[in-house]
């Protein structure tokens, strides 16, 4: 067996960690992909077998005060969200996008990849009432994403994974705002006030050097019940309470096992990764296609979530690359060729979590909800399988995946 290097021999035992975060996140993220496919299937099995009315019955049976489908959407999708603010931070503080230059790129593909698939969305439904759904196909799901890349082995450029991460995570943090911003009901101002008394005392705590975590945390919880109630939507909680948890960067190092923001990432990304978003999946993926009339495949919603992350995520991507390459802004990921590259800006439309979640908050029940569910099926099986074919022919053609290191 090879022996480490004496750099990583000369850590204590539990900061033996991978040396580059980013490394572990795109392992974790590609396994974890591959388990939301098996729960999406699953899912499309169960709600189209007998069981079908069973399995809704029980989403919808109240534990306490939520429902069931409620406790998963907005209890542990909060934890899902709290790993999404991590991830932002981190990246943003000691990560790819530390930097103005490193930022440029993946934000640019990241904009111009949700407001295309908005346009096109709004193309279908304008006037149709059903306006309210046009965030729906703006946001891509990094799991499912890097699970393709995973099962296309090391023929993808290692700069071109890193590149979908980063456009991701910027994706998500639009998709953050998105939500706060136009899927937010009617507002408890007590509630309200209470959630901004915590968010100072966990900046008190921040500011105070405080490292342990469990004071974060309680913080936390008590955060995600103010903003339940306050008609925020409660993952928006999550999001929040990361942005105050402490970081210390080592930017190009080993992590530090002192900083409590990447302790607390790392205990996360299992759990999120293999139950939370899996049980999200299976939760939420369930359309019963027995009965559903076939016009509902072209129904505007149905058509504006499939064609907006279809055509509207590689158009978004691919255009917004070509620009900022062309005009000098950014150059393109190293060791990838152009078919590479489109090939990856198809895998951005594979939206099922983000766009399954922000369909749920445009439209709860009836049709347009199972129209939804629909569109983002098949967008993202569109997007996933079109994606895999162009790398796996792109390949070769001009691409190094020897360089560009993580």
């Known amino acids: 067996m090879k022996t480490p290097p004496k750099s990583v021999r000369a850590l204590p035992k539990r900061a033996r960690r991978p040396l580059s975060a980013l490394r572990s996140f795109l392992v974790s993220e590609a396994a974890g992909g591959i388990v939301l496919m098996a729960a999406a299937a699953a899912a499309l099995l169960v709600a189209n077998s007998p069981l079908g009315e069973t399995y809704t019955h029980a989403l919808h049976a109240y534990l306490g005060p939520l429902s069931l489908l409620h406790w998963i959407n907005d209890g542990l999708m909060a934890v899902f969200f709290l790993l999404v603010g991590l991830e932002i931070k981190r990246e943003g503080l000691d990560g790819r996008l530390r930097t103005w230059p490193d930022r440029v790129l993946p934000g640019l593909a990241a904009a111009a990849g949700m407001a295309a698939p908005a346009l096109v969305y709004l193309a279908f439904n304008l006037g149709a009432g059903t306006e309210r759904g046009w965030a729906i196909p703006a946001a891509t799901d990094i799991a499912?994403?890097?699970?393709?890349?995973?099962?296309?082995?090391?023929?993808?450029?290692?700069?071109?994974?890193?590149?979908?991460?980063?456009?991701?995570?910027?994706?998500?943090?639009?998709?953050?705002?998105?939500?706060?911003?136009?899927?937010?009901?009617?507002?408890?101002?007590?509630?309200?006030?209470?959630?901004?008394?915590?968010?100072?005392?966990?900046?008190?705590?921040?500011?105070?050097?405080?490292?342990?975590?469990?004071?974060?945390?309680?913080?936390?919880?008590?955060?995600?019940?103010?903003?339940?109630?306050?008609?925020?939507?409660?993952?928006?909680?999550?999001?929040?309470?990361a942005m105050f948890v402490p970081i210390r960067p080592t930017p190009g190092r080993p992590e530090d096992e002192t900083s409590p923001l990447h302790r607390l990432e790392h205990g996360l990304h299992a759990w999120v990764a293999f139950l939370i978003v899996p049980i999200f999946g299976f939760a939420n993926a369930g359309v019963r296609l027995i009965g559903l009339p076939f016009d509902a495949l072209l129904d505007p919603v149905t058509l504006g979530v499939a064609l907006g992350l279809f055509l509207g995520k590689q158009v978004g991507v691919v255009a917004s690359v070509g620009l900022a390459v062309a005009t000098g802004?950014?150059?393109?990921?190293?060791?990838?060729?152009?078919?590479?590259?489109?090939?990856?800006?198809?895998?951005?439309?594979?939206?099922?979590?983000?766009?399954?979640?922000?369909?749920?908050?445009?439209?709860?029940?009836?049709?347009?909800?199972?129209?939804?569910?629909?569109?983002?099926?098949?967008?993202?099986?569109?997007?996933?399988?079109?994606?895999?074919?162009?790398?796996?022919?792109?390949t070769g053609r001009g691409a190094d995946t020897k360089k560009a290191p993580v």
């Open 144 to 241: 499912f994403a890097l699970g393709v890349l995973a099962l296309l082995g090391p023929r993808v450029p290692v700069s071109l994974k890193i590149f979908l991460s980063a456009v991701a995570i910027v994706d998500d943090l639009g998709a953050v705002v998105i939500i706060a911003l136009f899927y937010t009901g009617s507002l408890d101002a007590t509630m309200l006030a209470g959630a901004a008394a915590i968010l100072v005392a966990l900046f008190v705590l921040n500011r105070s050097g405080v490292r342990a975590l469990w004071p974060y945390l309680a913080l936390g919880a008590v955060l995600w019940v103010l903003v339940l109630r306050s008609g925020v939507h409660a993952t928006v909680a999550g999001v929040l309470l």
């Open 329 to 394: 802004i950014a150059a393109r990921p190293g060791g990838a060729n152009w078919g590479q590259v489109y090939g990856v800006a198809l895998l951005c439309g594979i939206g099922f979590t983000m766009s399954l979640f922000i369909g749920g908050l445009a439209f709860s029940g009836g049709l347009h909800e199972t129209e939804v569910k629909l569109g983002v099926l098949v967008g993202s099986l569109l997007s996933g399988l079109t994606g895999a074919a162009v790398l796996k022919l792109a």
